[in-house]
T-cell receptor
Framework: DAGVIQSPRHEVTEMGQEVTLRCKPISGHDYLFWYRQTMMRGLELLIYFNNNVPIDDSGMPEDRFSAKMPNASFSTLKIQPSEPRDSAVYFC???????????FGPGTRLTVL | AQSVTQLDSQVPVFEEAPVELRCNYSSSVSVYLFWYVQYPNQGLQLLLKYLSGSTLVKGINGFEAEFNKSQTSFHLRKPSVHISDTAEYFCAVSDGRGGYQKVTFGTGTKLQVIP
């Protein structure tokens, strides 16, 4: 298996622009997680899905952030409009129902100017 | 709520010396505990995990950790480190309240192995 795939790996945008981050989980995994990593706040869980349904979005910082999972093999995290304080590395992770281990993607480094 | 405290933000250690990275957790119910490693510009990889059973858990790359319920600790150890162990290490916990689905990560410990 190719592991969790994220795109793009790097994104540089200007304040106010819309940003869409993409994730393809490991095939057969039932859970998908979006995390944000910053120096100040460490690794924070933003939202997670189970069988494509959002279960807990309490970590989503504000209404500018939205996440979708239209099918079992694809998820997006959208920021609209983006702000400089959104600059961070965003990780996607997935896991199956039969294991307790989350497998992380390589991350998307977002820079908002 | 579950939480994790990693007491050291950075740990420098000489090559071939032993190392211990400290982790304490807080939860009022049974827990699963994890250690992940993050190499520069990469995602997190699982080193080892404790779910139940033996309190001494062995992981990849020669690392091991011991679950101590009375101390609410899960310290990571390696008897002899290599340059390639230079990375950031994250302790994490999930508890039964949420069906072990949500994982809370510590703030990380940067291990710097000095030649």
């Amino acid at each position: 298996d190719a592991g969790v795939i994220q795109s793009p790996r790097h994104e540089v945008t200007e304040m106010g622009q819309e940003v869409t981050l993409r994730c393809k989980p490991i095939s057969g995994h039932d859970y998908l997680f979006w995390y944000r990593q910053t120096m100040m706040r460490g690794l924070e869980l933003l939202i997670y899905f189970n069988n494509n349904v959002p279960i807990d979005d309490s970590g989503m910082p504000e209404d500018r952030f939205s996440a979708k999972m239209p099918n079992a093999s694809f998820s997006t995290l959208k920021i609209q409009p983006s702000e400089p304080r959104d600059s961070a590395v965003y990780f996607c992770a997935s896991r199956s129902d039969s294991t307790d281990t989350q497998y992380f993607g390589p991350g998307t480094r977002l820079t908002v100017l | 709520a579950q939480s994790v405290t990693q007491l050291d933000s950075q740990v420098p250690v000489f090559e071939e010396a032993p190392v211990e990275l400290r982790c304490n957790y807080s939860s009022s119910v049974s827990v699963y505990l994890f250690w992940y490693v993050q190499y520069p510009n990469q995602g997190l990889q699982l080193l080892l995990k404790y779910l139940s059973g033996s309190t001494l858990v062995k992981g990849i790359n020669g690392f091991e950790a011991e679950f101590n319920k009375s101390q609410t600790s899960f310290h990571l150890r390696k008897p002899s480190v290599h340059i390639s162990d230079t990375a950031e290490y994250f302790c994490a916990v999930s508890d039964g309240r949420g069906g072990y689905q949500k994982v809370t990560f510590g703030t990380g410990t940067k291990l710097q192995v000095i030649p």
